[in-house]
């Protein structure tokens, strides 16, 4: 069966520092991958879509950037965090193709102070 | 922006009732989602609806499309104090790879 890993589960980050989330996905080959963004009490904001490995679709510009160094693996990353970063972000993927049910990792829990 | 949006907001009820969520989207999509989150927890997938469906069942779960005024509802019937959660909908967009979501309803089934 397929399972999607994501972490680490929460971290507490100073203002400016860099920031890397890791998510795996097993059980299934050639998904799409995708890194939400959620912030408290709101609907879930769509960061980054990855068809395959490299190729990374920018929803938001914004000081995040997103990675697929491999078919199974999304890694979203900053070099200097800030405040407006805080917040609930979510690994999810979907098999191949258009529009599918999305299946998400349990969620990352950001503060930046 | 987001794609749909959900109506109410929040919505109160006592076990044993129904629940009624509706959401609205803006363009043309393939197909329409409803997500369940749990307080700081991942989405889970309830029920999917084709553009070409009108109407939905999955358990308790009824979900309606109406692609004419771009609107679709959920019903939860005979609700349960673990249905509390908050739900949302989602669209998968014609010719895309993206799936968008509304803003969500946070349901609150009192025991």
């Known amino acids: 069966s397929q399972t999607i890993h994501q972490w680490p589960a929460t971290l507490v980050q100073p203002v400016g520092s860099p920031l890397s989330l890791e998510c795996t996905v097993e059980g299934t080959s050639n998904p799409n991958l995708y890194w939400y963004r959620q912030a408290a009490g709101r609907g879930l904001q769509l960061l980054f879509y990855s068809v395959g490995i490299g190729q990374i679709s920018s929803e938001v510009p914004q000081n995040l950037s997103a990675s697929r160094p491999q078919d199974r693996q999304f890694i979203l990353s900053s070099k200097k965090l800030l405040l407006s970063d805080s917040g609930f972000y979510l690994c999810?993927?979907?098999?191949?193709?258009?529009?599918?049910?999305?299946?998400f990792g349990e969620g990352s829990r950001l503060t930046v102070l | 922006s987001q794609q749909g949006e959900e109506d109410p907001q929040a919505l109160s009820i006592q076990e044993g009732e129904n629940a009624t969520m509706n959401c609205s989207y803006k363009?043309?999509?393939?197909?329409l989602q409803w997500y369940r989150q749990n307080s700081g927890r991942g989405l889970v997938h309830l029920i999917l609806i084709r553009s070409n469906e009108r109407e939905k069942h999955s358990g308790r779960l009824r979900v309606t499309l109406d692609t004419s005024k771009k609107s679709s509802s959920l019903l939860i019937t005979a609700s349960r104090a673990a249905d509390t959660a908050s739900y949302f909908c989602?669209?998968?967009?014609?010719?895309?790879?993206?799936?968008?979501f509304g803003a969500g309803t946070r349901l609150f089934v009192k025991a």
């Open positions: 989602a669209t998968g967009r014609t010719g895309g790879f993206k799936t968008i």
């Open positions: 363009t043309s999509i393939n197909n």
């Open positions: 999810a993927w979907s098999v191949r193709g258009a529009g599918g049910e999305l299946f």
